[in-house]
């Protein structure tokens, strides 16, 4: 059985890598290449949230962050993209130990509450900072031009790449020494920090990981989209739907957030070609009876 | 003997609430002190006390002769001091064997094939063998109990900080986990908290009392079970 899934798998991931070569193009590579970005998304989420419980509601500042990081290096320093990507990342990470040391000594709906604010924040900084300091920097609400990009087949790629960094982390994760510590956390973080788990330490390093990655793949939207405002990429909308997939896959799952973004990106994007005003008002429908069947998510345990 | 560990004028207080007060005592290498008294009188804070949940208002608490009162619970674990809890706090969804293998991992800092090693040891120890692949969170008490006592245990701790391991228990299951904590002396020195009285006196070779958070009487159980002010803390005035 588990052979055969890892057959599958290979299968899959072999797939995914010559699909370009067998002229998928166009609306097709771009709906598949969102995909990868959803499912890397949620799986971001789904490192910190799914397995230390903590549920994080402002993960879109990194996503921000990272997408303004990228562009400002590769507009105003000319760095060449993968590196301004890297940097962004490493940047998010920072920034998320700031972030993560304050919000992470709170709990429960407090962590989302603070997290939250934390997202709202970091988007009045970006929009206001320019008027407020006087400077021509951010760009305000009208945001920043990055050069042009290269083809879609770049960016399926690219995507792909995080995708594979970001489920593959959620497979290794859970079995390692770290892994451990965090679902002691999920489950009882008294008594983990009681058996000599550094509670704090933990949820900070599974932040970090976390925003990192979030800010990279903010950085790879940027340039894909060669043109981002602050509204779109601090959209508090992203957050939810990054929460909303990983819950409905299956939180703390390996494949939840594949299956969940897989689903609702294809849902909405179907949906949204036929019905294209009140197209949300299906997927609300798909959400709810989703949840109504499997409360725990398409692929979670039952407890 | 040595004092393990210490507690010198330790005070807690919430608010208008002072839980414990001026409380002071030794632990001896290798003894089983027991800590009575009635609901309430602060057995429970003193536990947290000693392993870092709450930071004392006043007092010190040395463990080996060094300093241990400001430190976070996890560092107090892996120095060597572990508690159990009242209200058993499983991790659910992890087995009864990751259970204890957490704790072995980060309690003791083991490597992975030394952390299940050491995990297997302390499954046997405590019985748990049979329920090994059984979720934390679906076992019954008696065995509840026995979990919080392996994960304890597989901290590698010399001291360990028993919160009422046999509340609950029926006649049969008390028995057994007295078998069960004489086992573990051998390993670690042991203070219990507990209400079940003829085990706690039974096992102890010295006890406290504690009554509105100060210590009231100490001694051998013979000799506290005979003084006047514990009777009085229990019974009331008129049994004094």
Same mark, same amino acid.
């Given at each position: 059985?588990?052979?055969?899934?890892?057959?599958?798998?290979?299968?899959?991931?072999?797939? !995914?890598?010559?699909?370009?070569?067998?002229?998928?193009?166009?609306?097709?590579?771009?709906?598949?290449?969102?995909?990868?970005?959803?499912?890397?998304?949620?799986?971001?989420?789904?490192?910190?949230?799914?397995?230390?419980?903590?549920?994080?509601?402002?993960?879109?500042?990194?996503?921000?962050?990272?997408?303004?990081?990228?562009?400002?290096?590769?507009?105003?320093?000319?760095?060449?993209?993968?590196?301004?990507?890297? !940097?962004?990342?490493?940047?998010?990470?920072?920034?998320?130990?700031?972030?993560?040391?304050?919000?992470?000594?709170?709990?429960?709906?407090?962590?989302?509450?603070?997290?939250?604010?934390?997202?709202?924040?970091?988007?009045?900084?970006?929009?206001?900072?320019?008027?407020?300091?006087?400077?021509?920097?951010?760009?305000?609400?009208?945001?920043?031009?990055?050069?042009?990009?290269?083809?879609?087949?770049?960016?399926?790629?690219?995507?792909?790449?995080?995708?594979?960094?970001?489920?593959?982390?959620?497979?290794?994760?859970?079995?390692?020494?770290?892994?451990?510590?965090?679902?002691?956390?999920?489950?009882?973080?008294?008594?983990?920090?009681?058996?000599?788990?550094?509670?704090?330490?933990?949820?900070?390093?599974?932040?970090?990981?976390?925003?990192? !990655?979030?800010?990279?793949?903010?950085?790879?939207?940027?340039?894909?989209?060669?043109?981002?405002?602050?509204?779109?990429?601090?959209?508090?909308?992203?957050?939810?739907?990054?929460?909303?997939?990983?819950?409905?896959?299956?939180?703390?799952?390996?494949?939840?957030?594949?299956?969940?973004?897989?689903?609702?990106?294809?849902?909405?994007?179907?949906?949204?070609?036929?019905?294209?005003?009140?197209?949300?008002?299906?997927?609300?429908?798909?959400?709810?009876?989703?949840?109504?069947?499997?409360?725990?998510?398409?692929?979670?345990?039952?407890? | 003997?040595?004092?393990?560990?210490?507690?010198?004028?330790?005070?807690? #207080?919430?608010?208008?609430?002072?839980?414990? #007060?001026?409380?002071?005592?030794?632990?001896?290498?290798?003894?089983?002190?027991?800590?009575?008294?009635?609901?309430?009188?602060?057995?429970?804070?003193?536990?947290?006390?000693?392993?870092?949940?709450? *930071?004392?208002?006043?007092?010190?608490?040395?463990?080996?002769?060094?300093?241990?009162?400001?430190?976070?619970?996890?560092?107090?674990?892996?120095?060597?001091?572990?508690?159990?809890?009242?209200?058993?706090?499983?991790?659910?969804?992890?087995?009864?064997?990751?259970?204890?293998?957490?704790?072995?991992?980060?309690?003791?800092?083991?490597?992975?094939?030394?952390?299940? =090693?050491?995990?297997?040891? *302390?499954?046997?120890?405590?019985?748990?063998?049979?329920?090994?692949?059984?979720?934390?969170?679906?076992?019954?008490?008696?065995? #509840?109990?026995?979990?919080?006592?392996? #994960? =304890?245990?597989?901290?590698?701790?010399?001291?360990?900080?028993?919160?009422?391991?046999? =509340?609950?228990?029926?006649?049969?299951?008390?028995?057994?986990?007295?078998?069960?904590?004489?086992?573990?002396?051998?390993?670690?020195?042991?203070?219990?908290? %507990?209400?079940?009285?003829?085990?706690?006196?039974?096992?102890?070779?010295?006890?406290?009392?504690?009554?509105?958070?100060?210590?009231? =009487?100490?001694?051998?159980?013979?000799?506290?079970?005979?003084?006047? %002010?514990?009777?009085?803390?229990?019974?009331?005035?008129?049994?004094?």
């Amino acid at each position: 059985m588990i052979r055969r899934l890892y057959l599958l798998g290979i299968l899959i991931i072999g797939l !995914l890598i010559f699909l370009p070569l067998l002229g998928l193009e166009g609306y097709r590579l771009r709906l598949i290449t969102l995909i990868f970005m959803w499912v890397a998304l949620a799986g971001c989420w789904n490192l910190m949230s799914g397995f230390t419980g903590y549920i994080d509601f402002g993960p879109v500042a990194y996503f921000g962050v990272g997408a303004y990081c990228t562009s400002l290096l590769m507009i105003k320093l000319s760095l060449p993209f993968f590196l301004s990507v890297i !940097l962004a990342g490493v940047a998010c990470a920072g920034l998320s130990i700031v972030i993560g040391l304050a919000t992470l000594r709170l709990q429960g709906a407090y962590f989302a509450i603070a997290t939250f604010a934390a997202a709202e924040a970091l988007k009045q900084i970006i929009l206001e900072g320019d008027r407020i300091l006087g400077v021509d920097f951010f760009g305000g609400s009208h945001g920043l031009t990055l050069p042009p990009p290269p083809s879609g087949l770049f960016f399926y790629y690219a995507m792909f790449f995080f995708m594979g960094m970001v489920v593959s982390l959620n497979a290794i994760v859970p079995r390692t020494k770290f892994g451990y510590g965090l679902r002691a956390i999920r489950e009882a973080e008294l008594a983990a920090e009681l058996s000599g788990v550094p509670t704090l330490r933990l949820k900070v390093r599974a932040y970090m990981m976390s925003s990192g !990655l979030i800010g990279c793949l903010g950085g790879v939207e940027a340039y894909w989209l060669t043109y981002i405002i602050p509204d779109d990429v601090f959209n508090v909308m992203r957050t939810i739907q990054m929460v909303i997939m990983t819950l409905l896959g299956g939180m703390g799952t390996v494949f939840g957030p594949v299956i969940g973004a897989s689903f609702l990106t294809l849902v909405a994007e179907f949906l949204g070609a036929r019905f294209v005003y009140d197209y949300l008002i299906f997927v609300g429908i798909v959400i709810v009876v989703v949840i109504l069947l499997r409360p725990q998510g398409i692929l979670g345990k039952k407890v | 003997m040595i004092k393990l560990l210490e507690c010198r004028g330790v005070s807690k #207080r919430f608010g208008a609430l002072m839980a414990v #007060r001026n409380f002071s005592f030794s632990l001896l290498t290798g003894e089983i002190l027991g800590l009575i008294g009635p609901n309430g009188s602060g057995k429970t804070t003193l536990f947290n006390l000693i392993a870092g949940v709450y *930071v004392p208002d006043e007092g010190e608490i040395l463990f080996k002769e060094k300093s241990i009162t400001r430190l976070p619970p996890h560092k107090i674990c892996r120095g060597g001091i572990a508690k159990t809890s009242q209200i058993t706090m499983p991790f659910s969804g992890l087995t009864v064997y990751e259970n204890i293998l957490v704790a072995a991992l980060y309690g003791q800092n083991l490597p992975w094939r030394e952390a299940r =090693a050491e995990a297997e040891r *302390v499954l046997t120890l405590v019985e748990l063998d049979k329920h090994r692949g059984e979720l934390a969170g679906k076992i019954p008490v008696a065995l #509840r109990r026995r979990l919080e006592l392996g #994960r =304890a245990l597989a901290t590698g701790a010399e001291v360990l900080l028993l919160d009422e391991v046999m =509340a609950g228990l029926t006649p049969g299951e008390i028995e057994e986990a007295l078998i069960l904590l004489l086992k573990v002396k051998k390993q670690a020195t042991l203070i219990l908290v %507990e209400h079940v009285m003829r085990a706690v006196m039974g096992i102890s070779e010295r006890v406290l009392v504690i009554h509105h958070g100060e210590k009231i =009487a100490e001694g051998t159980p013979a000799q506290v079970a005979e003084n006047p %002010e514990v009777i009085q803390a229990y019974l009331g005035k008129r049994y004094a």
